[in-house]
């Protein structure tokens, strides 16, 4: 059995059984069955749970007239991805603004668990950013057909037709690629930073680990930022009537 975190002993002490029969149900055998749940997982959990804790207070803070610290954030966080939202995608671009500033939540928090002793980031294992990259894929394809309808199908096949037969799995396989360059972006670089913050505090315990921490923290914001605008390229080249 693979070493678990504390949070996650905690949640296949309590929640195993369920999460046992939840993976019975769809016919997938769990490789432990006496620790279904694994440590990606419980942290995934876990940053939904602190999302959810965070916008509460938000929430219950929010004022018109006296907005605070916390509001200030969240609201300066989402003027800037719809800054950029509207310099990528222009006209329209309100509409896709609430699933980007929930991507933008999530990897950043999960980017950054990974610096608190205990936690470890859950976009350091490929199965998130796999899942995060999957999500955005099919996001932006339903919205460039509910958007252009049969001229969005159109556009795989070229401007010429007697080409179409080879443009046609160009297209696909270059959509497809997506996946997997958002995939390997964020989880190379999120994985080599636990591995490097996580070598030096072994070697060196004090001092120079705040160095790497402080490049963890730049490296999470960075492809927190990638992931962010690479989404709302997609978006525009899907939706807009030029393409």
């Given at each position: 059995?693979?070493?678990?975190?504390?949070?996650?002993?905690?949640?296949?002490?309590?929640?195993?059984?369920?999460?046992?029969?939840?993976?019975?149900?769809?016919?997938i055998?769990?490789?432990?069955?006496?620790?279904?749940?694994?440590?990606?997982?419980?942290?995934?959990?876990?940053v939904?749970?602190?999302?959810?804790?965070?916008?509460?207070?938000?929430?219950?803070?929010?004022?018109?007239?006296?907005?605070?610290?916390?509001?200030?954030?969240?609201?300066?966080?989402e003027e800037?991805?719809?800054?950029?939202?509207?310099?990528?995608?222009?006209?329209?671009?309100?509409?896709?603004?609430?699933?980007?500033?929930?991507?933008?939540?999530?990897?950043?928090?999960?980017?950054?668990l990974?610096?608190?002793?205990?936690?470890?980031?859950?976009?350091?294992?490929?199965?998130?950013?796999?899942?995060?990259?999957?999500?955005?894929?099919?996001?932006?394809?339903?919205?460039?057909?509910?958007v252009?309808?049969?001229?969005?199908?159109?556009?795989?096949?070229?401007?010429?037709w007697?080409?179409?037969?080879?443009?046609?799995?160009?297209?696909?396989?270059?959509?497809?690629?997506?996946?997997?360059?958002?995939?390997?972006?964020?989880?190379?670089?999120?994985?080599?930073?636990?591995?490097?913050?996580?070598?030096?505090?072994?070697?060196?315990?004090?001092?120079?680990?705040?160095?790497?921490?402080?490049?963890?923290?730049?490296v999470?914001?960075?492809?927190?930022?990638?992931?962010?605008?690479?989404?709302?390229?997609?978006?525009?080249?899907?939706?807009?009537?030029?393409?």
């Amino acid at each position: 059995m693979p070493e678990q975190l504390w949070v996650t002993e905690f949640l296949n002490h309590y929640f195993g059984g369920i999460a046992n029969s939840l993976l019975h149900m769809v016919r997938i055998q769990p490789k432990y069955p006496a620790a279904p749940i694994t440590n990606p997982v419980a942290m995934e959990i876990l940053v939904v749970l602190l999302l959810l804790l965070f916008f509460a207070i938000v929430r219950a803070r929010m004022s018109v007239d006296k907005p605070g610290g916390l509001q200030h954030l969240v609201e300066a966080a989402e003027e800037f991805v719809a800054e950029q939202a509207h310099g990528v995608m222009g006209h329209g671009y309100e509409r896709y603004i609430p699933y980007a500033i929930t991507l933008l939540y999530f990897i950043l928090l999960g980017n950054l668990l990974g610096l608190v002793p205990g936690f470890e980031s859950p976009t350091a294992s490929p199965t998130v950013p796999l899942g995060c990259a999957v999500l955005t894929f099919v996001y932006y394809h339903f919205h460039g057909i509910r958007v252009q309808r049969h001229r969005y199908i159109k556009q795989f096949l070229g401007p010429l037709w007697g080409l179409a037969w080879l443009m046609l799995p160009i297209e696909i396989v270059s959509h497809f690629a997506r996946i997997l360059s958002l995939t390997v972006r964020l989880y190379a670089n999120m994985f080599a930073g636990d591995m490097v913050t996580l070598a030096f505090f072994s070697l060196v315990p004090v001092l120079v680990p705040v160095l790497f921490l402080g490049l963890h923290l730049f490296v999470s914001l960075v492809q927190t930022f990638i992931f962010v605008m690479l989404t709302l390229v997609y978006l525009g080249m899907a939706v807009s009537e030029e393409h």
